[in-house]
């Protein structure tokens, strides 16, 4: 199984960025999936989460309104549109796979390899 994540960059605060992950050698559709993130200094934490057929997603409270989470399983990918970015967004973002929801808040599954996001003026 592969996770490959794409679109992070620099950005200023308030502005967008949509990140990417690529799924291969598994059934995409058989698994949640879940981007979590790990800032500098900190640690890993869950911002959204979406089922196997994407109908459920879910939320860390820091990024509701803000972030949205989308899967397309004829691609087998998965994204993050994140929006009215903050300093406070600044980390890694990780895209994750699990076989059941509870597996999220307690940050288990397989993960890519990540890719940085930078907010700041």
Do not use: H
């Not at 679109?7 to 050698?25: F, H, M, N």
């Not at 059934?27 to 989460?49: H, N």
């Not at 196997?52 to 998965?78: A, P, Q």
Request: glycine fraction near 10%; charge should be negative.
């Amino acid at each position: 199984a592969q996770l490959v994540e794409s679109g992070g960059g620099s950005v200023q605060p308030g502005g967008s960025l949509t990140l990417s992950c690529a799924a291969s050698g598994f059934t995409f559709s058989d698994y949640w999936m879940y981007w979590a993130r790990q800032a500098p200094g900190k640690g890993l934490e869950w911002v959204a989460a979406i089922n196997s057929y994407g109908m459920t997603t879910f939320y860390e409270d820091s990024v509701k309104g803000r972030f949205t989470v989308s899967r397309d399983n004829t691609k087998n990918m998965l994204y993050l549109e994140m929006n009215s970015l903050t300093p406070e967004d600044t980390a890694i973002y990780y895209c994750t796979r699990v076989r059941d929801p509870s597996e999220v808040v307690k940050l288990m599954g397989d993960r890519g390899q990540g890719t940085q996001v930078t907010v700041s003026s």
